[in-house]
Structure formats: C-alpha cells, structure tokens
T-cell receptor, first 110, second 118 residues
Framework: GENVEQHPSTLSVQEGDSAVIKCTYS??????FPWYKQELGKGPQLIID?????GEKKDQRIAVTLNKTAKHFSLHITETQPEDSAVYFC?????????FGAGTTVTVRA | GAVVSQHPSWVICKSGTSVKIECRSL??????MFWYRQFPKQSLMLMAT?????????EQGVEKDKFLINHASLTLSTLTVTSAHPEDSSFYIC??????????????FGPGTRLTVL
C-alpha cells in the first residue's frame, strides 16, 4: 500500500514568514494529493489539493507543488497569520483510499 | 457546499454498552463514506469504507463485529461501537465523497465524535 512520510513534525514560524511542509510518497500510481488542516478537537478541513496532471496549484496564500519523478509534494503558506496555527496533514492515493502523513504542528508566533 | 455533520459531537458511556455515531452529508449525495479513528497527537487511521446499499469494507485489524457500519442512504452512514471498552476511547471521524468505483474524488470530513468509555 501507499506510504506517506511528512516533515517536519513541528514547525514554528514568525508571523508574516513562510511555512513549508514536505511529504514523500511510495506508490508511483498515486494521482491525488490533498492537504488538510486540523484544529484542536475538530475534523480535518481540506485546504488545497493537487492531481498528478499538474505540477503546482495556488490559492491565495497557499500553494502546493508536486514532483512526480521524485515522488514528493510540498505545501507552502506565505504571510503566515496566527490563525494558520494548526496541525496539517498531507495525503496521497492511487485510488480512493487516502494514506495520511503523520502530521505537522504549525505554530505561528505573533 | 460539501458539508458533513456528525452526531453526537461527544459521548461518554459505560464499559460494555453500545454507542451509535451518525454521519450525514448535508448538501450532496455521498456514494462512499469513510470512518477513521484518531488517537491524541496521531494521524488518521482508516477503519472502513462504506458504499450506499452494500456491506462495508474493513481495514486489516479492525473488528467488523465490534464496529458495525451501516450506509442505508446516500446521505447517512452510522458507526456503532458494540460492547465498548476503555481502549475504544478515541476521536472518530467520518468523511464523505461522491467517488464511485475507484476514481478519486475529494473527501470532505465531519467534525468528529469524541468517545470516552468509562
């Protein structure tokens, strides 16, 4: 099955700086890569996703890049704000079952 | 759009009792729903996949007789934890998608249900 590794496990950034989270996957057949944000005590919220036919996708301050050759994808958050503090999960799938990374706890310092 | 609700948001029960958790897609028809459990500071672990009108498919190591899943309609799936024990205490989260038959579609997650078994 698919195996997704996520780094770093924790990330502390100054407000206004950028945050980058990286994930690698094992199954070359994976073709869908969503990113979720989870706040304490809540369910995951989809923030952006990318499919294997594109290399980059952007939505305001959030962007995701995908390198299929190297089998890794990254989440970039620019101009971080305190409300960006949360746990972020990457995921990958070749079919319909998502395999999740271990999560990254992001703390934005005011 | 794409809102998924869960009820209850939290439940406390005594050991040996059964607990039912509901998952509803509010503004779309969910051909497939997923049930996850999440322990503190850990990632989401898929328990089972359910398709409307058919039996759920359980992941390896998940006891199907303990975690009963029913997906009776395109907007409702239920998870029943039977004879709950303290080790079943966890955060249970459902997700829903319009995926049918292997193609990938976006999964939308519910807010989760915190189960505490005393």
């Amino acid at each position: 099955g698919e195996n997704v590794e996520q780094h770093p496990s924790t990330l502390s950034v100054q407000e206004g700086d950028s945050a980058v989270i990286k994930c690698t996957y094992s199954d070359s057949a994976s073709n869908y890569f969503p990113w979720y944000k989870q706040e304490l005590g809540k369910g995951p919220q989809l923030i952006i996703d990318i499919r294997s036919n594109v290399g980059e996708k952007k939505d305001q301050r959030i962007a995701v890049t995908l390198n299929k050759t190297a089998k890794h994808f990254s989440l970039h958050i620019t101009e971080t704000q305190p409300e960006d503090s949360a746990v972020y999960f990457c995921a990958a799938t070749p079919d319909y079952k998502l395999s999740f990374g271990a999560g990254t706890t992001v703390t934005v310092r005011a | 759009g794409a809102v998924v609700s869960q009820h209850p948001s939290w439940v406390i029960c005594k050991s040996g009792t059964s607990v039912k958790i509901e998952c509803r897609s509010l503004d779309f028809q969910a051909t497939t729903m997923f049930w996850y459990r999440q322990f503190p500071k850990q990632s989401l672990m898929l328990m089972a996949t359910s398709n409307e009108g058919s039996k759920a498919t359980y992941e390896q190591g998940v006891e199907k007789d303990k975690f009963l899943i029913n997906h009776a309609s395109l907007t409702l799936s239920t998870l029943t934890v039977t004879s709950a024990h303290p080790e079943d205490s966890s955060f249970y989260i459902c997700s829903a998608t319009t995926t049918s038959g292997g193609s990938v579609d976006t999964q939308y997650f519910g807010p989760g249900t915190r189960l505490t078994v005393l």
